[in-house]
C-alpha cells in the first residue's frame, strides 16, 4: 500500500468522526427541547459509518485509493419520547402532558468522548505517518 494512502484513509475517518461529533452537539443543544405531541419531540441523531473499499472509491484507474469509512446514514435514535404532566406549559396537550426529547445526556457525553478520541487516534496516525516520512528522506539524503 502507498504511503499516501493513509493519509486519505485517516482523512476520511477525521470527516466522519466530525460528523458525529457534530450529530453530539446538535443532540445536546436540543435535548431540553419540548414538544406538544410525540411526533414533534426531538429525536436524538446517530450516525452509521460504512467502509468503504478501494472498488467503490471515485477515484481514476492510476490510483490505487485503498479505501475508508465515510458516514452512511444519520438517523432517529429509537429510544422512547419522555411524556411529562406540565399542564401550565403552552405547549401542553389537552390532558396536560408535553413531550421531551429522547436525548440521554450520559448518552451523548459518551458518544463524544468516543468520537474525541477516534479523532485523536487519526491525528496520531497522519502525524506518525509524515514523522515517518521524513525520517526515510533523511535516511535517502545520507
Not at 432517529?76 to 406540565?86: E, G, L, N, Y
Not at 468522548?113 to 491525528?123: D, I, L, T
Request: glycine residues 6%; charged residues 20%; negative net charge.
Amino acid at each position: 500500500m502507498p504511503i499516501d494512502n493513509i493519509f486519505g484513509i485517516a482523512g476520511s475517518a477525521l470527516n466522519a468522526q466530525m460528523a458525529r461529533m457534530n450529530a453530539v452537539a446538535s443532540n445536546l443543544a436540543n435535548s431540553s427541547t419540548v414538544a406538544g405531541t410525540e411526533g414533534e419531540a426531538f429525536r436524538a441523531k446517530r450516525t452509521i459509518f460504512k467502509a468503504v473499499m478501494a472498488e467503490q472509491t471515485q477515484a481514476p484507474r492510476d490510483q490505487t485509493y485503498q479505501g475508508g469509512v465515510k458516514v452512511d446514514a444519520l438517523i432517529d435514535d429509537p429510544s422512547p419520547i419522555r411524556r411529562v404532566s406540565d399542564p401550565g406549559n403552552p405547549l401542553a396537550d389537552k390532558e396536560g402532558f408535553v413531550y421531551l426529547s429522547n436525548v440521554n445526556e450520559m448518552t451523548e457525553m459518551v458518544e463524544m468522548m468516543a468520537a474525541s478520541r477516534s479523532y485523536q487516534n487519526n491525528v496520531e496516525v497522519i502525524n506518525t505517518t509524515r514523522q515517518l516520512m521524513l525520517r526515510t528522506l533523511d535516511i535517502t539524503r545520507s
